[in-house]
């Protein structure tokens, strides 16, 4: 989805994020997949950090019957119309503003969160390493950015071929092969969990093939949730295979994060 007429850019700018995280309803797999592994915690008093449209609130009153559940949405449209959907609930609290600047009035049980983006940590996940709170647990609480590399003859976009693959170098592109069925990660790039971002060593001098393709995966504990191949909401990245080594950096800031991708050798 994409906006087509000229706006006052703080209009343009709260419209485009709440655009940008409407696809995340088309996944239903996702929702099941988080309300079977959200049935085993109980909590008194829970948060969620970008409670988005509410769907996932809804499945935790219903799952959880929390004593109070704060919603925490710092895009505007999201948050009046999740003050409308909750509206005379006194166990729902909607709060505007961003997760990292909220002080929480009483303790916290179970911070619930789907700051994921398709490079783990390019959505908003930096945030909840600077809390002002301490929640017990967080839901989910770990994630992974796997790679691996294909041939581009194994992909199914006819108009990509190797005569213009190369103006793709050091740019990364999600969903642009669309029926990337074949996923079988032959490494780990970053590992997160909650609250720290770890790296790990990338050397793909032994393997064979053109394409590079990051996937990330969404975990809580020792369970695996969703991956690009089972829920929609998180597509696969492709990028010219032209080294065997890169480098990928975040830098985040007032709820905006950059990345920054390079092959190195
Ligand atoms: C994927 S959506 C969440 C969908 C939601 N779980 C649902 O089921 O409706 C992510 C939401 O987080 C919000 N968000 C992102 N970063 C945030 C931050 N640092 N603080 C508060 N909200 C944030 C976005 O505006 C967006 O609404």
């Excluded at 000229?6 to 239903?28: Q, S, T, W």
């Excluded at 006194?90 to 909220?102: A, K, P």
């Excluded at 996940?125 to 002002?132: D, I, Q």
């Excluded at 990330?216 to 695996?224: A, F, G, L, R, T």
Aim: a negative charge; charged letters at 30%.
């Amino acid at each position: 989805m994409e906006i087509l007429n000229n706006l006052p850019e703080d209009k343009y700018l709260e419209i485009d994020d709440f655009l940008a995280f409407l696809g995340v309803y088309e996944d239903r797999k996702r929702l099941v997949a988080f309300k079977r592994a959200l049935r085993k915690f109980r909590a008194r008093v829970v948060v969620e950090a970008g409670a988005g449209l509410g769907e996932l609130a809804e499945a935790l009153l219903r799952t959880l019957r929390p004593e109070k559940l704060y919603l925490i949405e710092d895009n505007r449209p999201a948050y009046e119309y999740l003050k409308k959907k909750f509206r005379g609930r006194s166990d729902v609290e909607v709060i505007r503003g961003l997760i990292e600047e909220w002080e929480a009035p009483t303790n916290v049980d179970l911070l619930v969160q789907e700051f994921y983006g398709p490079l783990l940590y390019d959505e908003s996940l930096e945030a909840l390493s600077r809390l002002k709170f301490t929640p017990e647990k967080v839901f989910p609480n770990r994630g992974f950015l796997r790679y691996q590399v294909v041939d581009l003859e194994s992909l199914d976009e006819p108009v990509i071929d190797r005569n213009i693959w190369h103006i793709f170098d050091n740019v990364l592109v999600s969903d642009l092969f669309w029926y990337f069925e074949d996923y079988r990660p032959q490494g780990t790039v970053l590992e997160w969990r909650y609250p720290e971002l770890m790296r790990y060593d990338v050397d793909l001098s032994g393997l064979q093939g053109d394409v590079l393709v990051l996937a990330v995966e969404v975990w809580h504990d020792e369970e695996k949730l969703c991956d690009p191949a089972s829920c929609l909401n998180w597509p696969f990245v492709f990028t010219p295979r032209i080294g065997d080594s890169f480098a990928l950096e975040f830098s985040y800031k007032d709820g905006f994060t950059e990345v920054f991708f390079q092959w190195t050798g």
